[in-house]
């Protein structure tokens, strides 16, 4: 299972799936992170969190937690 924390600078990946439950699963869906959309990664913090992306055409920064629960293909 590869997942978007997994994913490198400049990959641009397709969600596959949306793990996590409730609040945070509604979180990660109001920011337009849905199945089938492209992620295209922008750049990492250089501790590895933030992960900085651009969904939608707009750039969105994800923290790790919420980027692993990000299955993507």
């Given at each position: 299972?590869s997942?978007l924390?997994?994913?490198k600078?400049?990959?641009?990946?397709?969600v596959?799936?949306?793990?996590?439950?409730?609040?945070v699963?509604?979180?990660?869906?109001?920011?337009?992170?849905?199945?089938?959309?492209?992620?295209?990664?922008?750049?990492?913090?250089?501790?590895?969190?933030?992960?900085?992306?651009t969904?939608r055409?707009y750039?969105?920064?994800?923290?790790?937690?919420?980027?692993?629960?990000?299955?993507?293909?």
């Amino acid at each position: 299972m590869s997942t978007l924390k997994n994913a490198k600078i400049g990959q641009t990946v397709t969600v596959k799936k949306l793990c996590g439950e409730g609040a945070v699963k509604r979180r990660i869906m109001d920011m337009g992170i849905t199945k089938g959309t492209d992620i295209y990664v922008r750049k990492v913090a250089p501790l590895g969190d933030p992960i900085e992306i651009t969904v939608r055409g707009y750039e969105l920064s994800l923290r790790k937690a919420d980027a692993e629960m990000i299955e993507i293909g």
